[in-house]
């Protein structure tokens, strides 16, 4: 082994001495020549003497234990990473989680200190404060992936439990509310507002899915949607027919963009003001500018929410311009989702193909399946007849009919 100073040519042709150290050794029979960037010999041997001993450590297998982090710098790391891979609506939620409720709270604490009686005293905050169970338990699962991430959570996972939640917070809006629904939405100076609902109610789709379609995901002479990428792999490039009503939506929304390309998007980025009152197939038209057909639009939400405002009033016979106050619809943009999966089911479409259409996985059309499948006990009598009729057919609710019984032993 040995720390010199390494000799070179200049481009004068004389021969100088380098003012940094190198080190040379071998390890494994393979020479080992590199520099150590200083000028100090003392600190040069040290240098090298740790180079050695890594190479050895990692040779054998052995693996230097991580410096412990403050939650505040490991959540900052993690965010990092996952800026690649989150899409941004995902990141923007793991944001809030950590900044606005994890790191105040457990961010001054090494992440090799966390216990489960500071997360178990978490979650009886976060509720005190009013949060909801479901929320608490997206923002745990943000320090899960964290703590997971070095190896920490193994030791904590027999004690944490996730609290319990309502999984049946979706809500199908009635055939009444849809009608005022899309009412409101035709007369929003938003012109987007009207086809983009109406696709939702109609194909079942995500609010991202729809919003990042471009036109040569719709298919005009098959009548559907060849959808991009989804939340799961398995609503990922699904192909969902177009009923009547999105079809003709679609269309008359096609040719307000005669200059469509296939690559731009079917809700472009526009600015709409307002202009006049004039109404085509449904729509209140405004004024828009600013066009850009290659990156998709912003936010509908005040045009949404001024939306469901406006079909409580259409239901309760309200006039806009009264001063009399009423609550919004009750209907999240994820509840037209809700509504389309609850009407294909009460129709008789069976699971699998709703669960095709609207791109469930496998294991979330189980946990589908408990949450929409509410039967009577006639409904559910009837499946059990047909275990013993010879037919094998299934009896609907009311017309069960007296089946022999066994005979009677004397």
């Known amino acids: 082994m040995a720390v010199y100073l390494p000799k070179y040519k200049a481009t004068d042709g004389t ?3 380098s003012k940094v150290y190198w080190m040379e050794f071998r390890f494994h029979g393979q020479l080992i020549r590199e520099s150590t960037g200083t000028r100090s010999f003392t600190l040069a041997k ?3 003497d740790k180079r050695r001993r890594d190479l050895e450590e990692g040779a054998w297998g052995i693996r230097q234990r991580p410096q412990p982090k403050l939650l505040s710098v490991a959540a900052q790391d993690y965010l990092e990473i996952k800026a690649a891979t989150l899409a941004p609506s995902s990141l923007k939620i793991e944001k809030l989680n950590l900044n ?4 105040p709270a457990l961010g001054r604490l090494l992440i090799s200190d966390i216990e489960a009686k500071d997360i178990t005293k978490y979650q009886q905050t976060r509720l005190a404060e009013g949060a909801a169970p479901s929320s608490v338990n997206l923002e745990l699962a943000t320090l899960r992936a964290i703590l997971r991430r070095h190896g920490l959570w193994a030791r904590l996972q027999p004690d944490v439990k996730m609290l ?3 999984d049946d917070v979706g809500r199908a809006i009635t055939q009444q509310e849809e009608k005022a629904l899309l009412q409101a939405c035709s007369l929003s100076w938003s012109r987007s507002l009207l086809p983009f609902v109406t696709l939702a109610l109609d194909t079942g789709a995500r609010f991202g899915v729809i919003k990042n379609l471009i036109w040569e995901n719709i298919d005009f002479v098959e009548r559907c949607l060849k959808f991009g990428k989804d939340k799961t792999p398995s609503g990922t ?3 969902v027919p177009l009923n009547s009503r999105a079809f003709a939506t679609l269309q008359f929304w096609a040719s307000q963009f005669p200059s469509r390309k296939l690559e731009h998007f079917v809700f472009p980025y526009q600015q709409v003001g307002g202009g006049g009152k004039k109404e085509v197939f449904g729509f209140t038209e405004g004024v828009s500018y600013d066009l850009d057909p ?3 639009f912003g936010e509908i939400k ?6 469901k405002l406006r079909a409580a009033r259409i239901l309760k016979g309200i006039p806009d311009d009264s001063d009399e106050e009423v609550e919004p619809l009750r209907c999240r943009f994820h509840d037209l989702r809700h509504t389309a999966v609850s009407r294909m089911l009460e129709a008789g479409v069976p699971l699998m193909k709703v669960a095709k259409i609207v791109g469930w996985s496998p294991s979330t059309m189980v946990q589908m399946a408990a949450r929409y499948g509410h039967f009577t006990l006639e409904e559910l009598r009837g499946a059990v007849e047909s275990i013993s009729r010879p037919d094998g057919k299934v009896l609907q609710a009311g017309t069960l009919q007296n089946t022999p019984l066994l005979p009677r032993r004397v």
């Not at 005040?302 to 939306?307: D, G, I, L, R, Y």
């Open 15 to 17: 021969v100088k001495e």
């Open 46 to 48: 040290k240098i090298m």
């Open 100 to 103: 606005l409720h994890l790191v």
């Open 164 to 166: 319990p939640s309502k």
């Open 237 to 239: 490039g699904r192909i």
């Open 294 to 296: 290659t990156r998709p």
């Open 302 to 307: 005040e045009a949404w929410e001024k939306a």
